[in-house]
């Protein structure tokens, strides 16, 4: 990861969801091919030059697709009950951060558009609302990936099922910045065959 450059000192972690079971693409999603990589080795690498202290991959067990990324200065943890939903694969690697860590960065394997740049501006807004969620929007919609601040942290692994956050992210109550972007990547994730191929149509020039 790239050394701060400013003075603040917020630690935030980046937690990169790679264990999901892929159900509506019927097949491994993340290890298909884009640009001469897996889809989640994108992730991975704008996390890696990004201005987060620490990137997490939470991988399945015995998963060929670990075999086929470069996990180079990442830490890897395993969701072993990653067949009960995202939840579980979020609060696994939550467990794994350190007690200094103020904010987990939850980064979604399937935003091969994501940008360290992107990753760095909701880090710095971050920096300046450390006890807010930050969440990027465009056009009214919320996209990914989400930071959640350490004081929620305990209610994160409390969660259940395949819904991620998002039924904190409905609480009233909730403290949330939400970040305008022009970016795509926050917005582009893949789940579907159709939505594959509309990336590998319209962003991979290998295929052109």
């Not at 884009?34 to 991988?59: T, W, Y």
């Not at 926050?186 to 594959?196: A, L, N, V």
Request: one cysteine or more.
């Amino acid at each position: 990861m790239t050394e701060h450059t400013l003075s603040e000192q917020t630690t935030i972690a980046g937690i990169i969801l790679a264990a999901g079971t892929s159900t509506r693409m019927g097949k491994d999603k993340l290890s298909l091919p884009f640009k001469g990589k897996p889809l989640v080795q994108h992730v991975i690498d704008a996390a890696r030059k990004s201005l987060l202290d620490s990137a997490i991959v939470v991988l399945p067990e015995n998963s060929a697709l670990e075999a086929l990324l470069d996990l180079t200065d990442c830490e890897v943890v395993y969701s072993r009950k990653r067949l009960e939903g995202q939840a579980e694969s979020l609060k696994t690697g939550l467990q794994s951060l350190s007690e200094t860590t103020q904010g987990a960065m939850t980064l979604l394997g399937d935003l091969p558009l994501l940008t360290s740049d992107a990753i760095n501006h909701l880090i710095h807004a971050f920096w300046q609302a450390p006890h807010h969620w930050i969440i990027p929007m465009r056009n009214g919609r919320r996209g990914n990936p989400v930071t959640i601040p350490k004081k929620w942290f305990g209610n994160v692994l409390e969660l259940k099922g395949d819904t991620g956050a998002r039924p904190l992210l409905i609480e009233p109550s909730l403290p949330v910045r939400l970040i305008e972007m022009d970016e795509v990547g926050p917005f582009f994730d893949i789940d579907t065959t159709r939505q594959y191929d509309l990336l590998l149509t319209h962003y991979d020039t290998a295929t052109k």
